[in-house]
C-alpha cells in the first residue's frame, strides 16, 4: 500500500512541475515588462580604407592611434530577450568613404542585430544621441621596397634547385613616414620540405624588417600586395630511351627485326613533375609492314618534353631496320575457302568467283610450310545491305590456325545477291 501511493505521489509531483513550467514560459513570453542592459566591446568595421589611399590617406587604427575601436551600448528592451544580449549580436560599421582630408574627426556609424529575433521593436539604443565614432585620419606616404625569400629544407639527391621565382619582386607600402622609412624589404619563407622531388609553389605572407633585418611588427605598414607567390622549380637529370611506336601486324613482328636506335637515349634535364614517371621518348609511328629483306634507314627529329633541356644536344636519330628472314610466297585459295561475313539479311548470295591468288609473308621457316588450307578469305558485305545483283565485295585473307604471317591484300570477289522471297516462287 505505502509503495503504491509512493509512486502515485511522485507521478502527481512530475506532473506538478510540467505544469508550473508551462505556466512559468507562457507568463514569461506574455510578459511585457522592459529592462536595460550594457553592452561592452563590440568591434567597429571600418570600410572603404581602399578609397582613402585613393586620396593620399589612411587609418590609424592600432591602439592608442585615436580611433575607436570598439564601442559600449546601452540598450533597452522586453526583459526576457536582454538578458541574451551580448556583443556577438550586434554589428557595427563605419563608412571611411566620403573622407577627404586628414585628422582627428568623427563620423556616422551603422548598427544592427545579427540576430533576428532582436529588432527595433524588440530592443533599442537607449541613448541616441551617441551615433559617431572617432577615427584619426593621416596623410599617407609610399615607398617601394625588394621581396626577398628565405628557402627552407632540401631537395632529394640526384634532383636540382632551380631558380626561384616570386610572383612579385618589389611591392608598394603604405603608411606614415616614421613606419615605412624604416622599413628596408619585405621576407616570405618558403618550406619545401624535406628531400623534394617536385616544383613547389605556395602563397605565403609578407613581413616586414629594416636594414639591420630586424622585424617590424609594431608599425603601422599597409600594402595590397601582402601575399606572394613562391615557386621553387625542382629538377631532374634523366637518360630517356629513344624508340618509336612499332605498329606489328601478323608476318610483320618486331621480334623478327634486326633493327637499332642511334643513339639509344639522350640526357634530358626539366622539371621533376613532368619526367618523374617518364623513360623514354616515342619519335614516330613505324609500320612494320614496309620492312623488307635490304636494311633501310630512316631518321626522325628529337623531341624532347615541353620545358625540358636536351643535354646531349642530339637534334636527329636514325632507325636502321631489316627483316633478314623475310620469305614470301604465292597461294591459291579456292571457293571451300571463302567465308562470307555481314551478309545481307533475306538475301541469297552466290560467290561468282572461283578462286584468289594471294601472296603471303612472314618468316621463312613459317611462310615455307604455309598451304591452301591454311589461307581462308573473309568477304565482307557490310556495305551492300540493299543492293540485289551482281556486285563486288573486299576481301581479306588470314590464317586460321593463326601462324604468324601476313598477306598483302585487299582482294576483290565477285557476288550475286539476290531476295529469298523472289528465289522461292
Not at 556609424?109 to 541616441?128: A, E, H, L, N, P
Request: with cysteine; aromatic share 6%; charged share 25%.
Amino acid at each position: 500500500m505505502n509503495n503504491h501511493w509512493t509512486k502515485r505521489n511522485i507521478l502527481y509531483l512530475a506532473l506538478a512541475l510540467v505544469i508550473g513550467i508551462g505556466i512559468w514560459f507562457y507568463v514569461d513570453e506574455r510578459d511585457a515588462r522592459t529592462a536595460t542592459v550594457m553592452v561592452y566591446d563590440v568591434p567597429i568595421e571600418y570600410v572603404g580604407e581602399s578609397g582613402l589611399a585613393d586620396r593620399g590617406l589612411m587609418l590609424l587604427s592600432g591602439e592608442g592611434s585615436g580611433t575607436d575601436l570598439k564601442m559600449n551600448f546601452e540598450l533597452e528592451g522586453l526583459r526576457r530577450k536582454v538578458v541574451q544580449m551580448d556583443n556577438t549580436k550586434i554589428r557595427v560599421t563605419v563608412d571611411l568613404s566620403k573622407i577627404t582630408s586628414a585628422g582627428v574627426q568623427t563620423v556616422n556609424y551603422t548598427q544592427w542585430f545579427t540576430d533576428r529575433r532582436f529588432g527595433s521593436t524588440v530592443m533599442q539604443i537607449k541613448d541616441t544621441r551617441i551615433y559617431t565614432a572617432t577615427v584619426n585620419i593621416v596623410e599617407l606616404n609610399r615607398k617601394d621596397i625588394e621581396v626577398r625569400c628565405e628557402l627552407v629544407g632540401n631537395v632529394a639527391e640526384g634532383y636540382t634547385a632551380g631558380k626561384l621565382n616570386l610572383s612579385k619582386d618589389m611591392i608598394e607600402v603604405r603608411g606614415q613616414a616614421e613606419d615605412i622609412e624604416a622599413v628596408s624589404y619585405a621576407k616570405v619563407t618558403l618550406n619545401v620540405g624535406k628531400d623534394v622531388k617536385e616544383s613547389v609553389s605556395q602563397v605565403l605572407q609578407c613581413s616586414f624588417y629594416d636594414e639591420q633585418d630586424n622585424l617590424l611588427a609594431d608599425r603601422e605598414i599597409h600594402t595590397k600586395d601582402l601575399e606572394i607567390t613562391a615557386t621553387l622549380p625542382v629538377y631532374v637529370t634523366k637518360e630517356l630511351k629513344l624508340t618509336l611506336d612499332f605498329q606489328e601486324s601478323a608476318g610483320a613482328k618486331l621480334e623478327n627485326m634486326v633493327w637499332s636506335m642511334t643513339p639509344e637515349s639522350i640526357m634530358v634535364s626539366g622539371d621533376a613533375s613532368i619526367l618523374n614517371g617518364v623513360d623514354s621518348i616515342i619519335l614516330a609511328s613505324f609500320d612494320l609492314m614496309d620492312v623488307g629483306t635490304e636494311p633501310s634507314s630512316h631518321s626522325y627529329a628529337v623531341i624532347v618534353p615541353d620545358g625540358c633541356e636536351n643535354l646531349s644536344g642530339v637534334t636527329r636519330a636514325t632507325l636502321d631496320i631489316s627483316y633478314p628472314e623475310l620469305s614470301d610466297r604465292t597461294v591459291e585459295i579456292g571457293k571451300p575457302r571463302f567465308r562470307i561475313e555481314n551478309a545481307p539479311e533475306g538475301k541469297e548470295v552466290t560467290i561468282l568467283t572461283e578462286s584468289v591468288v594471294v601472296n603471303a609473308f612472314g618468316p621463312s621457316v613459317v611462310v615455307s610450310t604455309i598451304t591452301t588450307e591454311d589461307v581462308e578469305l573473309v568477304i565482307d558485305l557490310s556495305n551492300y545491305v540493299s543492293l540485289s545483283g551482281t556486285c563486288t565485295g573486299s576481301a581479306e585473307a588470314g590464317t586460321s590456325d593463326e601462324l604468324e604471317v601476313g598477306y598483302r591484300g585487299p582482294w576483290e570477289v565477285q557476288d550475286n545477291m539476290h531476295d529469298k522471297a523472289s528465289l522461292e516462287r
